[in-house]
Every structure is written in structure tokens, then in C-alpha cells.
């Protein structure tokens, strides 16, 4: 069965620093992943999402992520953090046959002025 | 607007009596689907429905009925709720198989206390 584990429940930067939260999945066959980002009292929000295009995946709001087969992450990246993305944000895969998204445990971003 | 509305978004009730939270998409989406969100789980499926008619159960169905008798509407039914239902409900569509990469729009939430 597929599962998905994002390693840290909490993630603090500062601001213009690199955000980094990592995402690890386990799945026999080619998944589709997906980063959502859920902002205080809202419904969660597509950030971007891997279909096997190609490997590098950029999103909204200047996030992006890699693919990485070898590694089974994907792991979502944005190079100078902004106050306004601090956020939870989910990590999540389907697979064929599924009908369902697995997600993550979630990480909660803060970001310090 | 394109969305998934939900109602009603906060609810404070008690063991057993019966709800209802209703969940609408004007998308003319296919799928739909119900997830529970409890800290340090991330979300869950409860339910889900492939088109009209067509429901199954997800990973944590125990406790909760739906129903598709229209495509825009699917509501989710908690006919005795306990106080492990306490949680944060999303309800989300997608226009066809979420297998296939398709992006799944989500709701506001509803947010439910059960003493």
C-alpha cells in the first residue's frame, strides 16, 4: 500500500531564508504526487503537482519540487521564504486504482520576521 | 466562482444526535470525496463517490454514511455521532478519477465538536 511521510511536523525559517519540507512516499508503482498548502481557517490549496512529466515541478507562489525515483522523495523547495507562507502544508500521492489521495502527516511553516 | 462550499462550516453538538453536513460543487465534477483531519494524521477518506449512485468507503467509514443522489451534492451523515468525531471535515471534487493525477478542490471545512 502506498503511504506517504513528511519528516518534521514543524518547520521554522526566517524570512528570505530557504524553505525546505521534505516528503518521502512508498508505492510499487509509478505514484502522482501532489503539495498542498492549507492556510489558517481554509480549505486546502493545490501548490503544484507531478504527473511523469517532468521531474522538476514548479508550482504557485514561487514553490517547486523534484522528483527524485532513486530516492522515492519529493520534496518541496522555495528559495527566499515570505511571511505570508507560513501555512500547513500537505504532501500527497495516488497511484492507479486507488481512488483516493494518501497524504501526509502535514508541516506547519512558521516564519520569523 | 468554481468552488466547494460546505455547511455548516462550525458545529457544536451532542453524543447522538444525528447531523448532517452537506457539500456542494458547481464544477460538474465526477468525483467527490469526504477526509477527516485530526493533528498529527494529516487527512483521511471517509467516503468517497465515483459519480452518481456510486459511493465506497474510504480508510475510516466506521460512524458515517453518504449519500449521491445528484452529481453537485454529497452529503456527509453522522447518525449517532461520538465524541471520536470530533474533528475537522473537508469535502473535495475533482472532475474525474483522482487516480489520474487530477486535482481535487477542496472546501472550506467544517469544523465539529461532539460532547
Known amino acids: 500500500a502506498q503511504s506517504v511521510t513528511q519528516l518534521g511536523s514543524h518547520v521554522s525559517v526566517s524570512e528570505g531564508a530557504l524553505v525546505l519540507l521534505r516528503c518521502n512516499y512508498s508505492?510499487?508503482?509509478?505514484?502522482?504526487l501532489f503539495w498542498y498548502v492549507q492556510y489558517p481557517n481554509q480549505g486546502l490549496q493545490l501548490l503544484l503537482k507531478?504527473?511523469?512529466?517532468?521531474?522538476l515541478v514548479k508550482g504557485i507562489n514561487g514553490f517547486e519540487a523534484e522528483f527524485k525515483k532513486s530516492e522515492t522523495s519529493f520534496h518541496l523547495t522555495k528559495p527566499s521564504a515570505h511571511m505570508s507562507d507560513a501555512a500547513e502544508y500537505f504532501c500527497?500521492?495516488?497511484?492507479?486504482?486507488?481512488?483516493?489521495?494518501?497524504f501526509g502527516q502535514g508541516t506547519r511553516l512558521t516564519i520569523n520576521p | 466562482e468554481a468552488q466547494v462550499t460546505q455547511n455548516p462550516r462550525y458545529l457544536i453538538t451532542v453524543t447522538g444526535k444525528k447531523l448532517t453536513v452537506t457539500c456542494s460543487q458547481n464544477?460538474?465534477?465526477?468525483?467527490m470525496s469526504w477526509y477527516r483531519q485530526d493533528p498529527g494524521l494529516g487527512l483521511r477518506q471517509i467516503y468517497y463517490?465515483?459519480?452518481?449512485?456510486?459511493?465506497d468507503k474510504g480508510d475510516v467509514p466506521e460512524g458515517y454514511k453518504v449519500s449521491r443522489k445528484e452529481k453537485r451534492n454529497f452529503p456527509l451523515i453522522l447518525e449517532s455521532p461520538s465524541p471520536n468525531q470530533t474533528s475537522l471535515y473537508f469535502c473535495?471534487?475533482?472532475?474525474?478519477?483522482?487516480?489520474?493525477?487530477?486535482?481535487?478542490?477542496f472546501g472550506p471545512g467544517t469544523r465539529l465538536l461532539v460532547l
Open positions: 473535495a471534487s475533482s472532475l474525474g478519477l483522482a487516480v489520474i493525477g487530477e486535482t481535487q478542490y
Open positions: 508505492s510499487s508503482v509509478p505514484p502522482y
Open positions: 463517490s465515483m459519480n452518481v449512485e456510486v459511493t
Open positions: 500527497a500521492v495516488s497511484i492507479q486504482g486507488a481512488q483516493k489521495l494518501v
Open positions: 464544477m460538474n465534477h465526477e468525483y
Open positions: 507531478y504527473t511523469s512529466a517532468a521531474t
